[in-house]
């Protein structure tokens, strides 16, 4: 697992006014991709919420001013769809400085944390 020192090297910052389309765009084209969730609550603590589920949603939503990642998996520990939420999201940055989909979102919220979400790319995948 890697820590928040991973991300930032290649990583570009959205402007809020681009979030809500952005996010919406990497959605529909990442539908289904395996994505994992990590949480990131000082330098040296991660915290894996999710692996290996597949993309069903990353979205910002301008009038509750929260970003949300929701995936789908299952099993019996997890609900057949987890929801994860950053009320008044401060920042997100990606590691896509084109057009291509991103293969890393980190949304930082206003209480410190980082939420990473990280999505593997299908080998077969052309983009």
């Given at each position: 697992m890697s820590?928040?020192?991973?991300?930032?090297?290649?990583?570009?910052?959205?402007?809020?006014?681009?979030?809500?389309?952005?996010?919406?765009?990497?959605?529909r084209e990442?539908?289904?991709?395996?994505?994992?969730?990590?949480?990131i609550t000082a330098p040296d603590e991660a915290q894996t919420q999710a692996r290996h589920l597949a993309l069903q949603a990353v979205c910002y939503d301008?009038?509750?001013?929260?970003?949300?990642?929701a995936a789908a998996g299952g099993g019996s520990h997890l609900p057949a769809t987890l929801r994860h939420l950053v009320d008044h999201p401060e920042r997100i940055v990606t590691d896509s400085?084109?057009?291509?989909?991103?293969?890393?979102?980190?949304?930082?919220?206003?209480?410190?944390?980082?939420?990473?979400?990280?999505?593997?790319?299908?080998?077969?995948?052309?983009?």
């Open positions: 820590g928040p020192e991973g991300d930032t090297g290649a990583m570009r910052e959205l402007a809020p006014e681009a979030w809500s389309e952005y996010l919406d765009a990497v959605s990442l539908l289904n991709a395996e994505v994992s969730i990590e949480i301008y009038r509750d001013d929260v970003f949300e990642v400085w084109t057009l291509l989909a991103p293969m890393t979102i980190a949304v930082d919220g206003r209480d410190g944390v980082r939420t990473v979400v990280r999505i593997a790319r299908d080998p077969d995948f052309v983009g």
